[in-house]
């Protein structure tokens, strides 16, 4: 598999500077990380803000479809939906696994799980699914 997700990361500055890092990879899966910092939480509340936890959301459904795709840097791809359901405060380091459910012609769906440690246990912080547009033309 060519590391086209590493390069990815490489060339987008606003996914390096919170810090998202791919941990595995594999055929229709990615597992991501990103560790907590108070810059990426909302003022005072040592919990991380929604919108970066949909942002590692998003980026591992890309990612993870990307997993799928032949020639995955020529092959344009672009979410068309996002959903997000936050389960519980973010206020650790976050682990996403994002799996593909389906790579079609023209659409993918990806389910994607955000858990931390909580507690001395891994816990549920968000689950999401990504739908997106892919340009094999």
Do not use: C
Not at 92 to 101: C, H, I, R, S
Not at 106 to 127: P, R, W, Y
Request: aromatic share 4%.
């Amino acid at each position: 598999m060519t590391d086209v997700n590493r390069q990815f990361l490489n060339d987008h500055d606003h996914l390096q500077d919170i810090g998202i890092a791919i941990e595995a990879q594999e055929e229709g899966y990615v597992r991501l990380s990103l560790p907590f910092d108070d810059s990426l939480a909302n003022p005072g509340t040592g919990v991380m803000q929604g919108g970066v936890v949909a942002t590692l959301i998003d980026h591992g459904g890309g990612a993870a479809l990307r997993t799928t795709l032949e020639d995955p840097a020529e092959t344009p791809h672009a979410s068309t939906e996002l959903n997000v359901s936050y389960v519980r405060p973010a206020s650790g380091d976050l682990t996403a696994e994002a799996t593909v459910v389906r790579s079609g012609t023209s659409m993918a769906v990806v389910e994607v799980e955000v858990t931390t440690e909580f507690e001395g246990e891994e816990k549920t912080v968000a689950v999401g699914r990504v739908s997106l547009h892919i340009d094999r033309e």
